[in-house]
């Protein structure tokens, strides 16, 4: 893992004061992610999704104006697919594989209650674990229902069969979905004319909501700026961008950060599990990450940001969701606890370290109360701007993790102490615990990025040994032991005693000219080869394809005859 407890980022990162508890959270995670991973892998509830794929319309833009107007259209794929395999391309790319079940109608519960889905999504599918019964949004949803009428209740599919990777989606389409995502983080000083006040009397005075303050300051002005410098490099580094500071309340960075970070969690999923499309072969590539994370602070910080936030509300639910109110599965008794006890896993992990988030600042003063409502409204456009992706994959994984982030800050501000919790739906549950595990992966998939490039930076700092240096080693030794061999050979053919005599000395001087050499040899290659071999573990271990070894077990290639 990465997690140090030094700064793991460059000095002019923006979020110093961020930079403990990066390692904190790096140390947190080897904790969390064996066993969110485990949860997610391995009970067919957190494994199933259901969703509305196909019969939803883009609300936003359409046809006409040139852009994809419903997700029923083509895949915007990249320049010369033509010349790749079909496999490969990225339309086949962003289909969605795996079994597939109709929602099934009141009729069929009622019918077989043990198996409504009729063994669709295969037989040793638990599915009293992965129908949802009870389909109604309540208005403190930050979701949006995702199933209308009777007929299009959604499907339910394997999130198994279908890891959020490169897809090849991209382009035009791709951007303008990021885009429109983008502007529902509003941060105008016109549409917020009175400034948040954060509060006189409810100001943080616990340090670590203090820093947390502190945190946020610095880091959503700077990822405002760094982000429309994108689209016009002449924005100055210090500018009047009407985001500043004082109009710009901590609600409103929570948003731009969670949208950021989300992004960039997707960035590294395609990024780590990346198909070279020329090849075939599914590895990380890290051009890829350099490219669009590694020179931005900001959007790791964000990311790490986000693992906090859930982190935060994956520990706050445990008592709700672990108390015996909640069955996840009603006919399958044994899975039921199995489910219960990896849950309990994950949330015991996610609350040992306190403080990690602190909600109750936000939404308290000022503006708050009636942020919340359009906190909520942003929250809800962005899920229905999913239904612009052109790609299915993503589509599937970009709900999940809209509606895991949405159900990550319904629990953190709506489930208060003292008051009824509003009701979690199964669909909110499986979201948030599979946005838990991106996330997981995520920073995980960081830390072997960094360390790839810190490798690497190595290696250009070192004269790069090609395999003939080492080559040349073993031949040395070849050559000597040769040249030996027949001084031997020679001097038992001597003519005069002195002749023989001198090639008896001129033997053993060879014979300790080797040994000494070897001396001198012997920890050189001993370094080569562990450094060799530790060089290929780590590959093996992030998942790279492995370099051939620079040198061989081998016998001195003698000259047998001469022996
Ligand atoms: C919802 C959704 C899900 C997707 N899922 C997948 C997937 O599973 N697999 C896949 O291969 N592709 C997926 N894509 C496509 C992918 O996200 C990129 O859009 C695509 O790879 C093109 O990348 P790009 O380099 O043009 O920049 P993009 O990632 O499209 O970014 C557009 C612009 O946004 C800004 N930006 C980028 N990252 C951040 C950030 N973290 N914070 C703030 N601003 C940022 C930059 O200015 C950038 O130029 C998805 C797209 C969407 C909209």
């Given at each position: 893992s990465s997690s140090t407890d030094s700064c793991p980022f460059s000095p002019n990162a923006i979020i110093d004061d961020g930079c403990v508890s990066y390692a904190t959270l790096d140390r947190l995670n080897v904790k969390v992610k064996p066993a969110v991973d485990d949860l997610v892998r391995t009970t067919d509830f957190f494994s199933h999704y259901r969703m509305n794929l196909f019969?939803?319309?883009?609300?936003?833009?359409?046809?006409?104006?040139?852009?994809?107007?419903?997700?029923?259209?083509?895949?915007e794929t990249l320049d010369n697919?033509?010349?790749?395999?079909e496999i490969w391309r990225a339309h086949e790319l962003s289909k969605l594989e795996g079994p597939r079940a109709k929602h099934p109608g009141k009729k069929m519960q009622k019918q077989h209650p043990d198996r409504p889905l009729q063994g669709?999504?295969?037989?040793?599918?638990?599915e009293s674990c992965v129908v949802e019964y009870d389909d109604e949004c309540d208005d403190?949803?930050?979701?949006?229902?995702?199933?209308?009428?009777a007929t299009s209740k959604g499907d339910y599919v394997s999130l198994l069969r279908n890891?959020?990777?490169?897809?090849?989606y991209g382009g035009q389409s791709s951007k303008q979905v990021w885009d429109a995502i983008y502007l529902e983080n509003c941060f105008k000083k016109s549409s917020f004319p009175k400034s948040a006040?954060?509060?006189?009397?409810?100001?943080?005075?616990?340090p670590a909501a203090l820093d947390f303050k502190q945190v946020l300051d610095t880091a959503g002005r700077q990822a405002q700026l760094e982000h429309q410098r994108q689209s016009n490099?002449?924005?100055?580094?210090?500018?009047?961008?009407?985001?500043?500071?004082?109009?710009?309340?901590l609600e409103k960075r929570v948003f731009y950060r969670v949208v950021s970070g989300m992004h960039a969690s997707i960035s590294v999923h395609l990024c780590w599990d990346f198909l070279n499309q020329s090849t075939g072969e599914w590895q990380p590539n890290l051009a890829c990450y350099e490219s669009r994370l590694h020179g931005y602070p900001d959007r790791i910080s964000n990311l790490y940001f986000n693992y906090a936030l859930v982190t935060r509300a994956v520990a706050k639910l445990a008592p709700y969701v672990l108390g015996?109110?909640?069955?996840?599965?009603t006919g399958d008794p044994l899975q039921d606890q199995d489910t219960r006890d990896k849950i309990s896993a994950v949330t015991q992990h996610a609350a040992?370290?306190?403080?990690?988030?602190?909600?109750?600042?936000?939404?308290?003063?000022?503006?708050g109360p009636s942020l919340k409502e359009d906190f909520r409204n942003r929250f809800r456009n962005i899920s229905r701007v999913?239904?612009?992706?052109?790609c299915d994959k993503c589509r599937l994984w970009g709900k999940i993790q809209t509606n895991g982030y949405g159900t990550a800050l319904k629990v953190l501000?709506?489930?208060?102490?003292g008051q009824k919790p509003p009701s979690l739906k199964r669909t909110e549950l499986v979201a948030l615990f599979n946005t838990y595990a991106r996330l997981s992966s995520s920073i995980s998939a960081v830390g072997k990025f960094r360390a790839m490039i810190d490798m690497r930076d190595k290696a250009e700092s070192q004269t790069f040994k090609s395999p003939e240096d080492v080559w040349t080693l073993v031949d040395e030794v070849d050559e000597d032991m040769n040249e030996f061999i027949k001084m031997r050979n020679r001097g038992s053919h001597g003519d005069t005693v002195g002749e023989q005599m001198g090639n008896e000395f001129a033997r053993v001087m060879k014979a300790v000219k080797i040994v000494l050499k070897s001396w001198i040899r012997t920890p050189r290659m001993i370094w080569e080869i562990v450094s060799d071999e530790t060089t290929r573990v780590y590959r093996a271990w992030v998942g790279l394809p492995p370099r051939p070894r620079r040198y061989a077990f081998r016998l001195p290639s003698l000259d047998r005859d001469e022996l």
């Open positions: 019969h939803k319309t883009c609300p936003f833009w359409n046809d006409e104006d040139g852009m994809c107007g419903n997700i029923a259209c083509a895949v697919e033509e010349d790749i395999p669709e999504l295969g037989e040793d599918v638990g403190r949803d930050y979701c949006v229902m995702d199933d209308e009428g890891p959020e990777r490169f897809t090849g006040d954060l509060g006189v009397s409810h100001r943080p005075t616990d490099p002449n924005i100055p580094f210090v500018a009047n961008t009407g985001y500043e500071g004082e109009d710009e309340c015996p109110q909640y069955t996840f599965c040992s370290v306190p403080q990690i988030f602190d909600e109750s600042v936000m939404f308290v003063n000022g503006e999913m239904d612009c992706v052109g501000f709506e489930f208060n102490e």
